[in-house]
Every structure is written in structure tokens, then in C-alpha cells.
């Protein structure tokens, strides 16, 4: 989940490399450094173990020889090793001559570690990826041209890398990948590797993304090979960056910009799908083969997004559904016929990644719902979805949920029409509360700024919060759940609200939160009665007369009416809001929580 940037350019290095980590932040922030190689022949490397801002000091205060235009650059969430300069990346080979940042898992580090420690070598940290510095310059000792002592290195790894290595004595930078993301791309500025299109977008038009076992050198032309043997380049890919889809507009941070970009996120991807609902072309143009039933594979926010959509098709077309923790889905039987949904707001995910890796889909079909249509959950599928939610820099997700869920429901509807298991009368239903979706958020938004704040003054001081809902509402309080615990650092548990009086109740005690989403669903009023016999503190996320009165605007009356097979979506904005709020009361960095990254590229 560690960022990382390379550039060769005709200008100075430095101020690429770290304008490319600010955006790259969010994949990790234990730890940040640069590695440049000077006018004299070496490489300085920088790093701390703060953030960005605290590097780019360190950086400006250099006074040895001038930095021109080539480095790497690397921001790091911890996963071997404590948060230290020690082991902060870039790292070093014994000579100093290589700099190399790496993103992913070195499975057998630890026998490779001996065995060139038995050679002599000396490491200077705790974690994986120093080995394969050392890897690298043993390959020089026998071979001096490091593309081919990184392919060499790299045959020797065993789990996942996005690694680039520079060479200060010669100013070479040669990359490789491996089950971990990695962009390449060539313009008259320069040529650049990163992460994310978003670090690097501002300097090119196109981008190309690596493939498992391609290793390419970053010179004025792209020389690649895979395996020692050169290669086809990989697909080229437009860059649709703006220097506008990354800053906060005015918004004191990201989450705040990207909770009120919803309506419009949603606005985007009704537009784009909902005329090709009705007539099931939607799905038509995926060209998958029937399916008799579906299971829905994900993580976190997007697995809550997955069993949103998995609702509408079993509720809306009684097609059986199952939903799949990734991490833990690796052993699961695919029966025939199974259609598989894949969410991954990155695409890289690598519990998704690997459980895909792992499941014998033969007589299945797998259809990627994700942010990144480049993304390797992309080229795995046999169909991708595209969110188009824009960039997202916040760690906890919203408008990536909400662009999820839209899109995978209007999936959904149109595959219902397609295989003639809904009626056209009921589709153009759904289909006009798919259009309403903006204003239903944009109403959300603007309640829940007006009601929210006093609610959270009274429960600042509460060490725990419980999320109830019915029916889609269970859905909805696990994300609001998980935001809350994401941001706030405060337990929040989620249940099924009839669930109450068989354990979950014996945690309200007078004064506790008690988050309500009402979906609907008559029965939810005898739980709450059992809350508020208890002393609870309830907040009712409903229609008219609810504490935070969000669901429902336009929308006809009664339980099952419209969207509630599927939502009610709106509700989701009072609690990304109320996480938020209760977080920042409490001091916390919500664009950046402790211990968290926002694409979990390992596992």
C-alpha cells in the first residue's frame, strides 16, 4: 500500500518527485524519502518519518552538490518492520551506488536476507525490501548492467513487488512489477513511473500499466523485457487527470470535498447508464453468458457496496446470492453458472486479488466493479464496471460507495430486464429512482449538516456506538460503522436490529449511541422501543420526524416502495458525515487515519 515515484526529467528532480508523494499520501504515511542523484555522480537520499511537508523541508535545506533531474521517491505504509528512518524507503545497497523503493511483500525475504548476509552483505533495516538491493548488487558483481541484475533479482522473489532501482553511478532507473501496481509513461517533460496516474498526470498525456513479470528501463525510450527477453509494450492508456480533481476547492479536507461531490458523482453515472437500463443493453454489452446465480466478492466499503447490489438482485429478481469476505474466500466452492461481482475501488486490492487468483472460476464469469478500469482486477475479469467516481484521496471511502452502488444496481436492474426476470413496468420504476438519486443525496447532505452537529457534541464523550437497521438497512450500519471506527478511533459495533434481544442489547446502557437507519421496515420501531427502555441514546436516520430526517424526499409512500429493495442510498450521508464530524471534535486526521492506507495492496 506504499507509494512510489520515478522521474527522468530535463529539469530539476525534486520538485517532482515530492509534489507526486502529496498524492500519493494516501496510500500510506508512516514514513516518506527521495533518493537524487547529484551533479556529482551519487545519490542523496532524504527521508522521516513524517509527512510529505516535513520532507520537502528536509529537501530545501540541502547544501551538497545540485540535484538535477533524476530520482525516485517513496511513501510507505508499514508492513515489515517499526516506523523509522531506519526503515523508511528509499534503501540502499552496501555501496551506496543503488537506491531502490518497493511497494509489496517479499515472502521469502527473511532465507534471502541469510544468505547474502553469508555473502558479506551488511542491511541497515528491518524490513523486506532491502533485500532486494542487495540482490541487485550482487547481479551487478557478475553482470554491470541493471536491467538484467534487476531481472535477475526479481527471479529470486516470491510474493508481490512494484519496485524501482536507480543506479547512481550511471543515472539508470529500471522498474518491475509483480502483483502490485505500477504506471509507466514517456512525454516532452520526461519519462515517470508511479503508483497512481495522479502523481505523474500533471507531465503526461498516456500512460502504460505494467503487467505481472514485465521489467522495463525508464530511459528517453521505454526498453522493455520480461524473463531477460525483450517484450511487447503494454497497452497505451489516456490520462484523463485535471489539476482540479485533486485539490480541496475550498474545502477544509478531502473527505468534506468528496462527501458533497456525491449528487454529482451520481448525476455523471445515471446519465451514462440508466438510458441503457430499460432495454437490458446494459448488460448485453458485457456479453456474459446466463447466469443462475451470483456471489459478490469484496473487502470493507466495498464489500458493503457489493451486498447493496446483491440485495436488488435477489430481492428485485429472486436470484440467489451469496456474499464473500475476500480475505477469507480463497477455498470457496463456485458452483455453475455463478456470477461473480468484484469490487475494488482501486483494482488492486490483494485479498480480492488473490482470491480471485485462488477460486476455480472455469464455469463462472467475473465481472470487476472498480474505479480503475487499468487496474489488474480489471484485466483479470471478463467484464469491467467503471465507477467513474473521480479520484478520491480521502482514506475512508464515500463517493466511491455511492458510485459502487449506483452503478452495480443499474447493472443489476438491466440484467433482470435482459434475462426477462423483471417486468418492464417494475424496471421503470427502479430506473426513475436511480434518477432521483441526486437530489436524494444533495437533500442528505444539506439535513445532515443542519441536524448533525449538536447530535455530536452530546455523544463526544461516549466510548462506544451501536448501528441498527432492517432488512438493506443492516447493510447501510455496517458502513456507517466502519467509518465511525475508521475515523473516530471508537468501537462501533453494527447488527441486524431484531438481533437486539439475543446478546447486542446488553451493551446499551443509558446514554449510549444507538444509530438507527430507517429503511422502512415496520419492525424497526420495536427495537427502537427496546433501546429507549433502556436508556439508549437513539438517532434515527429516516423520513419525516426521524432525528436526521434524509430518506425519502419525491419518493411514494409505504415500506417496499421504489429504491428500499435496494437503499435507502441517502442514508449513507448522515453517517459518513457524522464519522467525520465526531473525528475531527476528537483532534483525528480524517484524510488520514492511523494505521489505515487507502489501497490495500497487500495482503
Sequence with gaps: MCGIVA??????????????????????????GVSIRTSGGDSATTRTIDRVESLEARVGAWSGAELPGTGI????????????????????????????????????????????????????????????????????????????A??????????????????????????????SPLLVARSARGVFAASDINAIGEWVEHFQAMRDGDVVELADELRWSRGGLASEEPPMADSVWTGASIGVDGHPDFMSKEIAEQPDVAARIVDR?????????????????????????????????????????????????RTLVASEAA????????????????????????????LDLTRS??????????????????????????????????????????????????????????????????????????????????????????????????????????????????????????????WAEHQPAGELKHGPLALVDRGTPVLVIDSGDPRIDRSIAEVDARGGRIVRIGGPGSTVPVVGLGRPAGPMAGARRWGPLEAVVPLQIFARDLALALGRDVDKPRNLAKSVTVE
Aim: proline share 3%; aromatic share 4%.
Design 7 to 32: 522521474a527522468r526529467t530535463t529539469e530539476p528532480v525534486a520538485p517532482i518527485l515530492l509534489g507526486a508523494l502529496k498524492l500519493l499520501e494516501y496510500r500510506g504515511y508512516d514514513s516518506a
Design 73 to 148: 521517491g517513496h511513501t510507505r505504509w508499514a508492513t515489515h518492520g517499526a516506523v523509522t528512518e531506519q526503515n523508511a524507503h528509499p534503501h540502499q545497497d552496501c555501496s551506496g551506488r543503488l537506491s531502490l523503493v518497493h511497494n509489496g511483500i517479499i515472502e521469502n525475504a527473511g532465507a534471502l536476507r541469510r544468505e547474502l548476509e553469508e555473502q558479506g552483505h551488511v542491511f541497515a533495516s528491518e524490513v523486506d525490501s532491502e533485500v532486494i538491493g542487495h540482490l541487485v548488487e550482487e547481479g551487478l558483481r557478475h553482470d554491470d548492467d541493471l536491467a538484467r
Design 150 to 179: 534487476v531481472t535477475a533479482a526479481v527471479g529470486r522473489l516470491e510474493g508481490s513487488w512494484a519496485v524501482v532501482v536507480l543506479d547512481g553511478q550511471t543515472d539508470r532507473l529500471v522498474a518491475a512489477a509483480h502483483r
Design 273 to 321: 447508464l440508466a438510458p441503457h437500463v430499460l432495454d437490458g443493453s446494459l448488460w448485453a454489452d458485457l456479453a456474459l453468458p446466463h447466469f443462475d446465480r451470483v456471489t459478490v466478492l469484496g473487502c470493507g466499503t466495498s464489500l458493503n457496496a457489493g451486498r447493496m447490489i446483491g440485495g436488488a438482485l435477489s430481492s428485485l429478481g429472486r436470484v440467489p446470492v
Design 331 to 358: 477455498d470457496a466452492v463456485m458452483e455453475p453458472r455463478t456470477l461473480v461481482l468484484a469490487l475494488s475501488q482501486s483494482g488492486e486490492t490483494a485479498d480480492l486479488l488473490n482470491a480471485i487468483e485462488h
Design 365 to 490: 464469469s467475473l465481472v470487476a466493479i472498480t474505479n480503475n478500469e487499468h487496474s489488474t482486477l480489471a484485466r483479470r475479469a471478463d467484464s469491467v464496471l467503471t465507477c467513474d467516481a473521480g479520484p478520491e484521496i480521502g482514506v475512508a471511502a464515500t463517493k466511491t460507495f455511492v458510485a459502487q452502488v449506483i452503478t452495480g444496481v443499474a447493472a443489476a436492474l438491466s440484467a433482470l430486464v435482459a434475462s426477462e426476470r423483471m417486468l418492464r413496468s417494475d424496471a421503470v420504476r427502479h430506473s426513475d429512482e436511480l434518477r432521483l438519486m441526486p437530489e436524494l443525496l444533495a437533500h442528505a447532505i444539506a439535513v445532515s449538516h443542519e441536524v448533525l452537529p449538536a447530535i455530536v457534541a452530546d455523544v463526544l464523550d461516549e466510548p462506544g456506538f451501536l448501528f441498527l437497521g432492517q432488512g438493506t438497512g443492516v447493510v447501510l450500519a455496517a458502513e456507517g460503522a466502519l467509518k465511525l471506527k475508521e475515523l473516530s478511533y471508537r
